[in-house]
């Protein structure tokens, strides 16, 4: 039986392109609806990428969290992006 797996995302922040992706790349038809009129229009301020890791001298959860998403995001950068 094939199964036509859809999905439709709340938001198109960060968050919400993320899990889109991360859905589409596994074959599932995603639809993404946002208030705004361009993606990751109210996500941050800041006009680059920044991606940076919290430190803990007891490496806390947080510190671990953002050390796997800077480890994750740079092996995404390194796959797709850096030729």
């Known amino acids: 039986m094939d199964l036509d797996q859809r999905c439709i ?16 790349d596994r ?15 109210a996500a ?6 920044v991606v940076s890791c919290h430190a803990s001298p007891d490496d806390n959860p947080l510190s671990q969290l953002t050390r796997a998403g800077m480890q994750y995001t740079l092996a995404f950068a390194r796959q797709h992006l850096i030729h």
Request: glycine residues 22%.
């Open 9 to 24: 995302v709340i938001g198109g922040g960060i968050a919400g392109a993320a899990c889109a992706r991360a859905l589409a």
């Open 44 to 49: 941050s301020g800041v006009p680059l990428g």
């Open 27 to 41: 074959g599932w038809q995603v639809k993404v609806l946002d208030t705004a009129g361009d993606p990751c229009a």
